[in-house]
């Protein structure tokens, strides 16, 4: 069964931080750029940070933009989103994705999800 799971969530203090998981299980993560998106009831789904297949290539959300840090262990088949600094707008469930960019090229970007995780929460409150 081809699935990525996420996890790593829970319930911080503002300031605090956090490391997210996002492991897939039945293929291989390679070929696959993965994206972090958030939703937050009554809003639009945000893309927080996404790493190309290489890992040499990172984005990240203006809101989260030094404080979050992607990266990505291909031999572990898992990609971590590291959380600093905390603040009580960064809650949400946050979920995983994979895209598969085109002839084998090593971009990442938030659109065409090929799989979809089912999501983690992270609740930043005192």
């Known amino acids: 069964q081809l699935q990525l799971v996420e996890s790593g969530g829970g319930l911080v203090q503002p300031g605090g931080s956090l490391t997210l998981s996002c492991a897939a299980s039945?293929?291989?993560?390679?070929?696959?750029?993965i994206d972090w998106f958030r939703h937050v009831p009554e809003k639009d789904r945000e893309g927080v940070s996404c790493i190309s297949p290489s890992g040499g290539i990172t984005n990240y959300a203006d809101s989260v933009n030094g404080r979050f840090t992607i990266s990505r262990d291909n031999a572990k088949n898992t990609v971590y989103l590291q959380m600093n600094s905390l603040k009580p707008e960064d809650t949400a469930v946050y979920y995983c994705a994979a895209v598969r960019p085109p002839a084998g090229r090593d971009l990442c970007y938030y659109y065409g999800i090929d799989y979809w995780g089912k999501g983690t929460l992270v609740t930043v409150s005192s």
């Open positions: 039945g293929f291989t993560l390679d070929y696959y750029a």
